[in-house]
């Protein structure tokens, strides 16, 4: 009896691992499956060098944006104004680097800062209005992108950083390789640390997963959120340095089109949308299958405009798939406590 006891507990401890990596075995799965048919129908070109280089890039930034999305989706909110900060951060780097000519260090740190304190006012405001964070994020998208093209008269800045130009156009040991990916993956690792390795990052998730139960529990919910949007500007700032590293030439519209895919990589990463939930490894594995479609459907010569298309339905299938997935949590969760078994008694 005993040793059928270890032996189900531990089979039911293997099956809790595999149900919790289900999102990222499913996305290596997708990826796999992705770079096959592009590379059988586009040809070896997909998996060329050069090619790959360009999701690397692409993809990294996404994960970033990703990872930004999620530090509000995780505290059950989200942030619509992601391109509007990146828009801000993207400006002030270009000002600070082209027209007054700091160094590139300085020009980093204030463009962080200013990240960090463009969520923080909306952070604020959603505290002090009690507006939800869709509404408030969602004002503050047109305010910050709208400010920006109206300080810069939609100038366009080119950098010519050398450091900066290595970030986004160098090679890291492989020539297919982006330095940005290091980028995105560091950013992944301390993302990781702070949810499953420090006390904020829990709080973060127990606002999430349940407010009014982590109010009572004395968790300083003002403290939490305000700080989860401050990581969220944060991430928007890494994502605007790591967006003009390659682009070089910038302006006050980058962060236009960042909205989609920071959902995507959260959404189909694992992020639950009504929070507590989080996978940075699912992040970067949806950020890389995000990319890998949008470059596979280049490669076979997919009209620009029939792109939007699988761009839509794969956010789609993401939020499906969340869907399902807290269908099927909720009958383990309210399921009654088995009864421990009684050992027979020999007559």
């Keep these: 009896m005993r040793g059928r006891g270890v032996l189900a507990s531990l089979l039911g401890h293997l099956s809790d691992v595999l149900r919790s990596q289900t999102s990222a075995l499913g996305l290596m799965m997708l990826i796999a499956l992705t770079w096959t048919a592009f590379t059988t129908i ?9 090619n790959l280089y ?13 990872m930004a999305q999620a530090m509000l989706v995780a505290a059950a909110r989200m942030n619509l104004a ?3 900060i990146g828009a801000v951060c993207t400006s002030l780097l270009g000002y ?24 923080l006012l909306m952070g604020f405001a959603e505290l002090k209005t009690g507006l939800s964070s869709f509404v408030v994020t969602l004002a503050f998208l047109s305010v910050y992108g709208g400010g920006a093209l109206l300080a810069t008269g939609g100038r366009q800045f080119q950098i010519t950083s050398r450091a900066l130009s290595w970030l986004g156009n160098g090679t890291l040991v492989l020539g297919a390789i982006c330095p940005l990916v290091a980028v995105a993956v560091v950013c992944g690792g301390l993302c990781w640390l702070l949810y499953f390795r420090n006390g904020l990052g ?8 349940n407010e009014r139960a982590a109010r009572a529990s004395g968790v300083n919910v003002g403290r939490v959120v305000l700080a989860a949007y401050g990581l969220s500007g944060l ?14 030439n910038v302006n006050a519209g980058f962060g236009s089109d960042w909205l989609l895919p920071s959902f995507i990589a959260a959404v189909l990463g694992g ?19 995000y990319d890998s479609l949008q470059s596979g459907l280049t490669i076979v010569n997919v009209p620009s405009y029939f792109i939007e298309l699988p761009q839509g339905l794969v956010l789609l299938v993401a939020v499906l798939l969340d869907q399902a997935r807290r269908r ?3 009958p383990r969760e309210l399921a009654p406590p088995a009864e421990p078994e009684t050992a027979s008694v020999p007559s």
């Design 96 to 119: 600070l680097l082209v027209s007054v000519g700091a160094p590139l260090w300085l020009a980093l740190l204030l463009v962080c800062v200013a990240g960090v304190l463009a969520a």
């Design 328 to 330: 099927r949590a909720r």
């Design 42 to 50: 586009g040809g070896s070109g997909f998996i060329g060098s050069f």
């Design 54 to 66: 360009s999701i690397g890039q692409l993809a990294a930034r996404d994960a970033v944006l990703g």
């Design 235 to 248: 991430l928007c700032a890494v994502a605007a340095i790591m967006n003009a590293s390659y682009e070089l």
């Design 202 to 209: 829990w709080k973060m998730l127990a606002v999430g997963a």
């Design 271 to 289: 992020v639950a949308l009504t929070g507590g939930e989080v996978s940075v490894g699912g992040i970067l594995l949806a950020a890389l299958f």
């Design 82 to 84: 992601v391109g509007g």
